[in-house]
C-alpha cells in the first residue's frame, strides 16, 4: 500500500467507479500518506509515497516505475504522469512534488487536509477524465 503513489491509483479507480467510492478510497490513500496520524499531509510525507516508487534510488521517478508501483492503465497513467511531471522533463522529482504540494494546500496551511486532498483530486479526475472521451 505504501509503496503505491496515492494520487494515481485513486484516480485509476476512480475512473471506474462512483464518486463516493472513491472518496473512501482517496481517504484510505490519504491515511497512508499520513503518517503521523494527524489528518494533514506535509510536504515530506508526499515527498516520501512518491520516492517510495523510485526503485533505483536516484531521486527520479520516471513513468516506467512510476507504472509499475501503480498499475495504472496505459492510457490514464500516462496521462496523469504527464500532469503530475509539471515541468514536462519526463521524471518526478523535488520540483514536481513541490508544485503538487502547493496546487493542494490551497489554503496554504503547510499541509495538505484530508478536505483539500479528496477536493484536488475530484478536480484532477474531472480534468484528466476530459482528456479520455470513453470514460466516464
Ligand atoms: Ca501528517
Ligand atoms: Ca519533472
Ligand atoms: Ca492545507
Redesign the pocket.
Same mark, same amino acid.
Not at 34 to 42: P, S
Given at each position: 500500500m505504501l509503496r503505491l503513489l496515492v494520487l494515481s491509483v485513486a484516480i485509476t479507480v476512480a475512473l471506474s467507479e462512483s464518486i463516493s467510492t472513491v472518496d473512501v478510497k482517496v481517504k484510505t490513500y490519504f491515511s497512508a500518506m /499520513?503518517? /503521523? *496520524? /494527524? *489528518?494533514?499531509?506535509?510536504y515530506e510525507?508526499l515527498t516520501n509515497s512518491v520516492l517510495a516508487m523510485d526503485t533505483d534510488k536516484n531521486k527520479k521517478v520516471i513513468y516506467r516505475e512510476y507504472a509499475k508501483a501503480t498499475n495504472a492503465d496505459p492510457i490514464l497513467g500516462r496521462l496523469l504522469f504527464n500532469y503530475l511531471d509539471s515541468d514536462a522533463d519526463g521524471h518526478l522529482d523535488d520540483d514536481d512534488i513541490t508544485v503538487t504540494f502547493h496546487q493542494f494546500d490551497v489554503d496554504h496551511s503547510g499541509?495538505i487536509s484530508v478536505y483539500e486532498f479528496v477536493t484536488a483530486f475530484e478536480s484532477m479526475v474531472a480534468l484528466v477524465s476530459q482528456a479520455i472521451p470513453q470514460v466516464g
Open positions: /499520513d503518517k /503521523d *496520524g /494527524d *489528518g494533514q499531509a506535509t510525507e499541509g
